[in-house]
């Protein structure tokens, strides 16, 4: 599986962004996506992921209520809508594809797109 992250850029504090993952490669419907990011001098962090078979996707509670996970398994891309955007969800972006059911952590996860730079500020 090839992700494909896009969709980051600067914006200002209560602003809104769409992030998109597309995936090229083996059955993406098989495949539980997550969408991590990793801020300057941080570690890696789960924010929110969805299963292969588009259920009630799964958030960190930071972003629970201004961020919604969804996805278009004809189209084969995942979609990080990011409403009211603060300077803390800073950082650079990923999604990433695991076979079978999301799991919270970064390491269960099988294959990573490029990242795409979300930047929040005034």
């Known amino acids: 599986v090839q992700l494909q992250a896009s969709g980051g850029g600067l914006v200002q504090p209560g602003g809104s962004l769409r992030l998109s993952c597309a995936a090229s490669g083996r059955a993406f419907s098989n495949y539980a996506m997550g969408w991590f990011r990793q801020a300057p001098g941080k570690e890696r962090e789960f924010v929110a992921a969805?299963?292969?078979?588009?259920?009630?996707?799964y958030y960190t509670v930071p972003v629970k209520g201004r961020f919604t996970l969804s996805r278009d398994n004809a189209k084969n891309t995942v979609y990080l809508q990011m409403n009211s955007l603060k300077p803390e969800d800073t950082a650079v972006y990923y999604c990433a594809a695991r076979l079978g059911r999301f799991s919270y952590s970064s390491y269960e996860y099988d294959y990573w797109g490029q990242g795409t730079l979300v930047t929040v500020s005034s």
């Open positions: 969805i299963n292969w078979n588009s259920g009630t996707p």
